[in-house]
């Protein structure tokens, strides 16, 4: 079936399936490799968008979920040349060692700041919490979040 | 300068004289190429993994050619191209490469610029370089890299007569970088090979049985989403269909569909150190020494027993291949493209040279994990499919449980302090599986997929590397502090129920904490403060010495404890050749035990980029924290059961302690890796720390509530 919905501020419109997930879609045939697949069980992270502003797995939410909501990946964060201020920190502290969890955390770090814009230490690793990174870059990525705090 | 053969270098013609991997591959065309656009394309044949070694062989680069480093280009390794340098694995790849890099640029530049200056009427000596353009003292250009680059000078041998810069030389290197890889990783860019989009490109998955050990008897047909399309060869089934989640879902159908005879082929869980003691070995020596000792005043003898891990890595392994014709081209995150190639080559039956291996970025890779396998997976099932690309992705459980595993090890200790509280007798036994079941080293394949052929191939028992290779399950086994009387030995199991391979660390994870343990014991045995008694047998090791005071200042040791709260402190030299660090760690023991603060000072010699390396031994840090307080590969007789995150959990952001670092090591000494020197270190200094808060002397690995309480018994 059809589902159409917003995608990082575009309308979008893509033949869902059954079976295929949110996942599927955005890194299919919507062309995305930002959200990435890491356990497709909700238990890492690394497939993390918003829906309608909120931070959520997308390997296993079936696509036709998000039908007339709005969906943000990591791409929709900002470019090389206007980057997100969490893009921006995440560099300038080199938070990151593979980088395959990153997208996932930049998108939950981002959401954070949306609606707690000058967070502490303890409500940046909750929010971090549903990500795992086991390169061991957690405490680089903490300080990022809050470094973009302080910018923004 | 290596006068090892008593002349100088670069007369002798002997490429066993060059430096790092020139050794292997001393052509310069191999190794950097120069390009009119007034690039530089460096070509190592190490890979980069997610430690960011492109970056530090760029640097390496930049100093040596007078370029800057944005006209440095690293490319991926592949066959037949790449020099082949075996394998990123040993933190050696900036001894290997970065050092081969450091000396072929040197001799590039040296004769890039003695052209131009022969060509100006000039002398060498009367020109330098800035942003690869040759100058005279004047400033005036005669000539730049850019403008010779077709030239073909560099089609000639090393000779290994020109000396790299000095030291306090270097611009680049030494001095902290950004990753040149981060930004695409930040922006969700295409860059992991997992990203790959070929025209007409097939995706598959694999279904694996209920066992290790199956025989398939039936397979019930039925319709499959998606067009998708069933291959079996063997005991092997994959699926196949033209976009993924047609082909996830068709897995998991096929999978239910399938009827299977299993067997029973796994270890004993509840009692692995028994198995561990009955199964067959083959025993080496590793160390021995027989020197006159004073008799002993006190004696502890103690066992340390250490579970299976997983890699764990936080995406599952990936590959693309294509054929066309009787030829194939694989695309994969491997640690060793040419060995791969070698296995592939066997199971497919195909000369190496039809073979074309090429690498692209992974996610993180912390030893030998599932990359090789996937990596047939796809050249079998693309075989089905000729001249379409196929990716195979590998599920989360394939990655937990069916990649290959660091295996389970018992370490016995005997140890004695004399009346003056001196170490006089140290006797160990470390038992297990070998740590390396890499592919392209033994007649029979290691690859997983070969053993569920029709017919299958036979796997390889796991074997370790010698000592002078780095070794394996023996690896650190031998303590580094002064002992006159000295007795180590290496049991390899010659049984691999579970396929067994390199993880970070290797054979250092299990003997660093049991000779730090037992070193602590001691210490207490003899009434001497744990850093005194350490620092009283390093007389002759000043940069373990060194480090070890340096941590031991960084946490203000001896801390005071408190309600279940302790400090511990370890240090190791990695391999006994590589890089030095201690460790001291904070603990509070409740419910279950929570590392708050990690203090950590290292050695690594020259540093390339001290904030990559300061990134990696923080990381190699967490991951010990990680597998120390949490990680044991769960199973039963059949099958690996921790197949998913609930089933292995690893380090969350709450649990991550607080870490202070310092790099102290002579910018003028030998590089010696920064990937694995802190993991050892780390585990150790837990159990110490642990013993300091809980007033028990851990035993068993994972450092868990319940092996803490048999530790009580």
């Known amino acids: ?30 062309g995305l490799s930002g959200p990435r697949f890491g356990c497709g069980a909700e238990a890492c992270g690394c497939c993390y968008v918003t829906i309608d502003g909120e931070p959520r797995p997308s390997c296993a939410l079936p696509a036709e979920a998000v039908a007339g909501r709005s969906v943000g990946t990591v791409e929709g964060l900002g470019t090389p040349e206007a980057p997100h201020p969490v893009q921006a920190a995440f560099l300038e502290e080199q938070a990151g060692q593979c980088g395959y969890c990153l997208s996932g955390i930049l998108v939950s770090a981002a959401a954070l700041l949306e609606r707690n814009p000058d967070p502490d230490e303890a409500a940046v690793r909750a929010a971090l919490e549903p990500h795992l990174c086991r390169c061991g870059a957690q405490n680089r990525m903490v300080r990022a979040v809050l470094r973009a705090a302080r910018a923004a | 300068m290596n006068l090892a053969f008593g002349f100088p270098l670069g007369q002798s013609g002997n490429a066993l004289d060059l430096p790092g991997s020139l050794r292997a591959e001393p052509r310069l065309s191999r190794w950097l190429r120069f390009a009119p656009d007034g690039t530089v394309t460096v070509t190592p044949g190490k890979v980069e993994i997610g430690q960011g070694i492109l970056t530090a062989l760029a640097q390496i680069a930049a100093d040596e050619l007078d370029l800057p480093i944005e006209r440095v280009r690293v490319a991926a390794a592949a066959t037949p191209g790449s020099p082949n340098e075996g394998v990123t694995s040993g933190s050696l790849s900036i001894q290997e490469s970065g050092v081969a890099i450091r000396h072929a640029c040197a001799e590039a530049r040296a004769i890039h610029l003695g052209l131009a ?24 250009p005669v000539g730049d890299y850019a403008s010779q680059a077709e030239e073909a000078l560099l089609e000639v041998e090393a000779r290994g007569d020109v000396a790299p810069k000095a030291a306090g030389a270097r611009g680049v290197a030494g001095r902290p970088r950004a990753r040149l890889d981060l930004p695409e990783k930040v922006f969700g860019a295409p860059r992991y090979l997992h990203d790959r989009r070929l025209p007409g490109m097939l995706h598959a998955r694999m279904v694996r049985p209920p066992a290790r050990a199956a025989t398939l008897l039936d397979l019930r047909e039925g319709p499959l989403p998606g067009g998708a399309t069933v291959l079996r060869l063997g005991n092997l089934l994959a699926v196949v269909a033209a976009e993924e989640w047609a082909a996830d879902a068709a897995a998991a159908r096929v999978a239910a569909r399938a009827r299977w005879d299993l067997r029973e082929s796994l270890p004993d869980r509840s009692d692995l150190p028994a198995w561990i003691e009955a199964v067959p070995t083959q025993r080496g020596e590793v160390a021995r020494r027989d020197d006159p000792a004073p008799p002993a005043a006190h004696t502890v003898t103690r066992r340390f027993a250490r579970p299976y891990l997983a890699h764990a890595s936080i995406g599952p392994s990936c590959a693309v291949a294509r054929w066309e014709g009787e030829a194939v081209e694989v695309w994969t995150h491997s640690q060793g493209i040419y060995n791969l190639r070698a296995d592939l080559a066997t199971v497919l039956g195909l000369e190496a040279s039809r073979i074309t291996v090429r690498h692209a970025e992974g996610a993180g890779c912390y030893g030998h994990n599932g990359a090789d396998d996937v990596a047939l997976d796809a050249a079998l099932v693309a075989r089905a499919h000729p001249g379409r690309p196929v990716r195979v992705l590998w599920s989360r459980a394939e990655e937990l449980a069916w990649s290959p595993h660091s295996p389970a090890g018992l370490a016995e200790i005997e140890a004695s302090v004399d009346a003056k509280g001196m170490l006089c007798r140290w006797k160990a036994v470390v038992r297990g599986n070998g740590h390396s079941s890499r592919p392209g080293r033994a007649k029979d394949p290691t690859l ?24 394996g399950g023996q690896r650190n086994a031998v303590p580094g502090y002064r002992v006159p009387s000295l007795d180590v030995s290496m049991h390899r199991l010659l049984e691999m129920p579970i396929r067994s391979s390199a993880l970070r660390g290797l054979g250092a994870l299990l003997n660093v904490w049991s ?48 309600e279940g709260v302790g400090t511990g402190i370890a240090m190791a030299r990695y391999k006994g050749t590589g890089g030095w660090c201690a460790v001291a760690a904070e603990v509070e023991a409740a419910e279950v035990v929570r590392c708050r603060r990690l203090w950590i000072a290292a050695d690594l010699g020259e540093v390339i980029n001290p904030d990559g390396a300061a990134n990696q031994i923080e990381g190699g840090a967490l991951q010990a924290v990680s597998i120390a307080l949490k990680e044991a590969l769960d199973f039963d007789r059949l099958n690996v059961t921790a197949d998913s995150w609930d089933a292995y959990p690893v380090l969350r952001f709450s649990e991550v302690p607080a870490v202070e670092l310092r790099l102290i090591g002579p910018p003028d000494a030998p590089p010696l890796g920064a990937g694995e020197p802190s993991l050892g270190p780390t585990i150790a ?12 002397r851990p035993r068993a690995m994972p450092f868990t509530p319940d092996n803490l309480a048999a530790a009580m018994e």
Request: net charge negative; hydrophobic share 50%; charged share 20%.
């Open chain 2, 515 to 562: 000779i730090e343990a037992v070193m602590d014991e001691l210490a207490a045995a003899s009434g001497q403060d744990p850093v005194a008694f350490r620092l009283r047998h390093l007389d002759e090791d000043p940069r373990g010495a060194a480090v070890l005071r340096e941590a031991a200042a960084m946490c203000g040791w001896p801390r005071a404890g408190g």
């Open chain 2, 448 to 471: 997983l997929s070969a053993g569920y052929l029709d017919p299958p191939f036979p796997l390889p028992v796991a074997i370790d590397a010698p000592m002078a290779g780095g070794g």
């Open chain 1, 1 to 30: 079936m059809p589902v159409a919905f917003t995608l990082n501020g575009a309308p979008v419109r893509v033949e869902a399936p059954e079976g295929m997930t949110l996942l599927h879609a955005l890194r299919g045939p919507l």
């Open chain 2, 685 to 696: 200094a837990l159990a110490g720390a642990i013993h300091a808060a809980l007033g028990v």
């Open chain 2, 117 to 140: 200056a022969r060509r100006a009427g000039l002398s060498v000596a009367e020109l330098r370089v800035e942003d690869g353009v040759f100058l005279r003292a004047d400033g005036t």
